[in-house]
């Protein structure tokens, strides 16, 4: 069962080039996934659609299926770094990353990594309470899932885990919804779902800072070698 995920933004160095960067990034999953609690994992490129602000800086993500407790899990990773197994390139100080544990927020079913993601970030406004902010969301996802080409959704709880000193991320919750079809389709049919009264706004809706990708797999889903 993986309830929970570990997801890890990040962007290579300017100079070098994509296809190095993912013949690297691919081979390097086969080392985080020996790690206990490691499930599987896959990666994806990113195109921000929404919103400048952090993490939106970020080209590719690593999203990785969990056993047991994130923090747990992460403990386990920080002792198998300090071995000294991981083969780490030269250039890999320049790489940003941003990394965030995800804490289920009572999803009816376990995360899955399909082929196409669509991801958004976000706070509550000062004014509105975590609690009063999950139960909306839920609400809001459930209405959201109405429109074509959105076909399952899952809500976290976001914990940094390594903060990119150049733009650290302030969202705190995460919806990933799984999704079929371009992105400017996806983006119509959120558009005409709001314009037939299926999706409901609260009056501090456009006080959300909000950040959203579209996320499209790289390579397959990768399960640990166990």
């Not at 299926?65 to 000294?84: H, K, Q």
Request: net charge negative; charged share 20%; with cysteine.
């Amino acid at each position: 069962m993986s309830e929970h995920l570990h997801l890890v933004f990040s962007k290579a160095p300017e100079w070098l080039s994509d296809d190095e960067y993912n013949r690297w990034y691919d081979a390097h999953l086969a080392e985080i996934l020996i790690v206990p609690g490691f499930v599987a994992a896959r990666r994806y490129r990113l195109e921000t659609t929404v919103g400048a602000i952090p993490p939106s800086q970020h080209r590719y993500l690593s999203m990785y299926e969990l056993d047991g407790d994130p923090n747990d899990v992460m403990a386990e990773l920080d002792r198998e770094i300090e071995s000294g197994r991981m083969d780490l390139p030269a250039w890999f100080p320049e790489i940003r990353f941003s990394s965030f544990n995800c804490f289920s927020h009572g999803n009816p079913a376990d995360p899955v990594t399909p082929d196409h993601l669509y991801i958004v970030f976000s706070k509550p406004p000062p004014a509105v309470s975590g609690d009063e902010y999950v139960t909306w969301y839920r609400t809001h996802m459930a209405e959201n899932l109405t429109a074509d080409g959105f076909l399952a959704g899952w809500r976290f709880k976001l914990e940094p885990v390594v903060v990119d000193a150049a733009g650290p991320v302030e969202h705190t919750h995460l919806a990933l919804y799984e999704v079929e079809g371009e992105l400017p389709a996806l983006r119509a049919a959120l558009s005409a779902a709001a314009d037939s009264g299926a999706v409901h706004f609260p009056e501090w809706f456009g006080e959300i800072p909000f950040v959203s990708f579209d996320a499209n797999a790289v390579g397959p889903r990768v399960p640990a070698p166990r």
